[in-house]
């Protein structure tokens, strides 16, 4: 199994279940990025100093404390966030050690950005299309990430939307329906 399909396939769980909202997608992407770039900053000077077989177990460790600090971080700004993570924000550990032991801290800083922006756009554009076709809203839980604001978002729909969308099935559904749509348009253009 090559690298791409390891950390891609661990970014797929978030990518699914932490996206039913637009700000619960935000979240749990800001919470990556922190986590990851402390992460590749406190092993940078550890990794030079460890044995190799050492280099695993110590990097758990790391990024359990990193994952918790962070959710318990998460905790005390917004608890209704943080309770909507559930498990997806303790895979991002697990993350970390994936691409550690793949060798993404080593790789250039511009590959690094670029696997979070795209981790980020896409997280985005999933939890604002499962929001919109699932609730029929657009930022209806920004209270969540900006303490003290009471705006309910754009509702777009008075009766809501198709509640499936915001489950994981629905999330399942609508990612084959993006993979299948840029197949499609994939062929079309060529």
């Known amino acids: 199994m090559n690298k791409a399909s390891v950390q891609n396939s661990l970014m797929l769980a978030p990518l699914i279940g932490a996206t039913n909202s637009l700000m619960t997608a935000l979240g749990v992407w800001l919470m990556f990025v922190v986590v990851i770039a402390a992460y590749g900053t ?3 000077p550890l990794r030079v100093r460890l044995v190799p077989w050492t280099r695993v177990p110590a990097g758990v460790l790391l990024a359990a404390a990193l994952t918790s600090c962070a959710e318990l971080v998460g905790q005390a700004w917004s608890l209704q966030w943080q309770q909507h993570l559930g498990l997806y924000a303790g895979l991002i550990a697990l993350q970390c050690v994936v691409l550690d032991s793949n060798e993404f801290f080593q790789s250039p800083w511009r590959d690094r ?8 756009a896409l997280m985005m554009s999933m939890g604002l299309l499962r929001e919109l076709v699932g609730n029929g809203t657009v930022g209806a ?3 969540w990430l900006v303490g003290g604001l009471d705006w309910p978002g754009w509702i777009l729909t008075a009766d809501g939307g198709l509640r499936l969308a915001t489950l994981v099935p629905g999330g399942f559904i609508l990612l084959g329906l993006l993979i299948a749509a840029k197949q499609a348009w994939l062929r079309l253009s060529n």
């Open 42 to 44: 406190g092993m940078a």
């Open 113 to 120: 950005l670029r696997l979070c922006g795209l981790f980020g």
């Open 141 to 143: 839980h920004l209270s």
